[in-house]
Antibody, heavy 121, light 107 residues
Framework: QVDLVESGGGVVQPGRSLRLSCAAS????????VHWVRQAPGRGLEWVAV????????KYADSVKGRFIISRDNSKNTLFLQMNNLRPEDTALYYC??????????????WGPGTLVTVSS | AIRMTQSPSSFSASTGDRVTISCRAS??????LAWYQQKPGKAPKLLIY???TLQSGVPSRFSGSGSGTDFTLTISSLQSEDFATYYC?????????FGQGTKVEIK
């Protein structure tokens, strides 16, 4: 049974940084790409970033490019999202989602429950 | 970026109804389309991928169709547990993009 659990969310001031984590279990984490997807309060889903199974491929949404960094530690079955220079519009529930492929080529077949990030002064 | 447009944005239906949700892509995405269901306070759940392939464990009352730019999610007989918001998503290219969602409410 695939299990993804995000952590690290909280309230942060604009311009500050935050690091999210996603602990994975129940599958071979090192074999699959994983994504971050966010959802602002009362809004729809927005894809944020992807990293391939080995970390060799990374892609970002334009809205976070240059500010967010996705990474993974396969030895600890953990995905990360380093969020720098945060803006109020980054306020959202952040989900990690498992891709059904190793290079992030397809759909998201499992999701975590999310961690809430609030950017406010 | 490929724009995904769903219609309607919301509607009311009754248990037992046959319901259809449409999704249109701003360019040809072949069948690289997935549908997700999201209930309040919960993470999205994959229902259908490759436009028409049912994810394991998803009830057979759900079905998907379409290719190119026009797609449809159909629920053949709406059940109480199906009242939720549904999203389409293209995985033809990056950035991955979602439709704005269709909320199915109880009439």
């Amino acid at each position: 049974q695939v299990d993804l659990v995000e952590s690290g969310g909280g309230v942060v001031q604009p311009g500050r940084s935050l690091r999210l984590s996603c602990a994975a279990s129940g599958f071979t984490f090192s074999g699959f790409a994983v994504h971050w997807v966010r959802q602002a309060p009362g809004r729809g889903l927005e894809w944020v970033a992807v990293i391939s199974y080995d970390g060799s491929f990374k892609k970002y949404a334009d809205s976070v490019k240059g500010r967010f960094i996705i990474s993974r530690d396969n030895s600890k079955n953990t995905l990360f999202l380093q969020m720098n220079n945060l803006r109020p519009e980054d306020t959202a529930l952040y989900y990690c989602a498992k891709d059904a492929s190793g290079f992030g080529e397809v759909y998201f077949d499992s999701w975590g429950p999310g961690t809430l990030v609030t950017v406010s002064s | 970026a490929i724009r995904m447009t769903q219609s309607p944005s919301s509607f009311s239906a009754s248990t037992g109804d046959r319901v259809t949700i449409s999704c249109r892509a701003s360019q040809d995405i072949n069948t690289y389309l997935a549908w997700y269901q999201q209930k309040p306070g919960k993470a999205p759940k994959l229902l259908i991928y490759a436009a028409s392939t049912l994810q394991s464990g998803v009830p057979s009352r759900f079905s998907g169709s379409g290719s190119g730019t026009d797609f449809t999610l159909t629920i053949s007989s709406l059940q109480s547990e199906d009242f939720a918001t549904y999203y389409c998503q293209q995985y033809y290219t990056y950035p991955r993009t979602f439709g704005q969602g269709t909320k199915v409410e109880i009439k």
